[in-house]
């Protein structure tokens, strides 16, 4: 079948390959261009799966730099089962610092389950939905807030009507290791990596690791321990390999976010001054920010109240905005 997407890769080989899926995509630059898009096969003999991808995103750092890390530490004598990496997955969005492809426009986590005959993105969601996901337990994808926003580490998990698959899901969203956790309910359309990956009958679990359009100490850590606790839940490896054990402070705790009415948007051109920090416990009706017009410097600057209470989870990071912009978002803390 065609699929838009080439390549000369056994998927199914045991050992270490490292390679490339070409996507033909004519150019000004160059006429027979393909996007190449790295991929990285480990495999040693039957057993559980796990596909790690960052870059979905091109300007989320945490997941791109540590699965760099892994591809060139891991042996697959040190694995049982199969572990398959992407760690820039929409590589020229990553190439150009975006967190879409400027080749096409592509918001990865847009497209699923893609077209054959589509855009680059369109047909790369397309390939990953039908004979990449498939070949796989679980499916790792990992995100940050982008160079626009940073976000709490929050774990994710989509919200499955299958009781085991959700535990499972659950159980190895908690396994991360990270300060929050999310299961969301994006529906079995979802055009997301996550919607994708229950399509394709592999359990999805995603993260938000930080933000800014950059790597911290901090969001590097969680992000390693996150990786390895996931493969060492599933069995792929007995000991960490990309940082040295550590126990998260606290176990994960778990947030909603359900109601338009949790973020704070702009509803015309301004300038945002946050009155809370990312992390902050917030009540409904608190002040959470000023919204300045610098075209208007004759008006007070407007005090912004949050609608409803819970935690800062996600914040705009540049201060000037428009219309439609989500300058702070609040999840609700829950049970479970
Ligand atoms: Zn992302």
Not at 164 to 190: C, I
């Amino acid at each position: 079948m065609h699929t838009g997407l080439t390549h000369t890769l056994d998927l199914d080989r045991n050992g270490k390959t490292s390679g490339y899926f070409g996507i033909p995509f004519s150019i000004d630059r160059s006429p027979y261009f393909q996007v190449k898009v790295p991929i990285c096969l480990i495999r040693n003999g039957e057993g559980p799966s796990l596909l790690l991808m960052a870059g979905n995103h091109g300007d989320e750092y945490e997941g791109e730099l540590s699965l760099a890390k892994l591809i060139r530490r891991l042996d697959p004598k040190q694995i049982k089962g199969r572990v398959t990496i992407l760690p820039m997955a929409n590589a020229p969005a990553v190439m150009a610092a975006k967190r879409c492809s400027p080749l096409d426009g592509g918001n990865l986590n847009r497209a699923f389950p893609g077209d054959p005959l589509g855009t680059p993105t369109s047909r790369l969601a397309n390939f990953l939905e039908t004979e990449l996901f498939p070949r796989h337990d679980v499916i790792f994808d990992i995100h940050s807030g982008g160079t626009s926003m940073e976000h709490l580490p929050t774990a994710l998990v989509e919200r499955n009507t299958d009781p085991d698959r959700q535990g499972r899901g659950v159980e190895l969203m908690r396994a991360l290791g990270m300060p929050y956790g999310f299961v969301a309910d994006n529906g079995r359309a979802s055009p997301t990596s996550m919607g994708a990956a229950r399509r394709a009958g592999a359990i999805g679990v995603s993260g938000e690791f930080g933000g800014g359009g950059t790597a911290t100490v901090d969001t590097m850590a969680i992000a390693a321990r996150a990786i390895d606790s996931l493969m060492i839940t599933l069995g792929v490896v007995e000991a960490p390999v990309l940082a040295p054990e550590s126990k998260p402070s606290a176990p994960t705790r778990l947030l909603s976010l359900s109601r338009h009415s949790q973020g704070l948007y702009a509803t015309r051109r301004g300038w945002f001054e946050p009155a809370v920090r990312l992390g902050d416990g917030v009540a409904a009706g608190q002040l959470a920010g000023w919204y300045h017009d610098l075209e208007r410097l004759d008006l007070a600057e407007e005090a912004l109240h949050f609608a409803e209470s819970g935690i800062v989870l996600s914040r705009r990071l540049h201060t000037m905005c428009e219309a439609g912009d989500c300058l702070l978002q609040v999840a609700e803390p829950v049970e479970g």
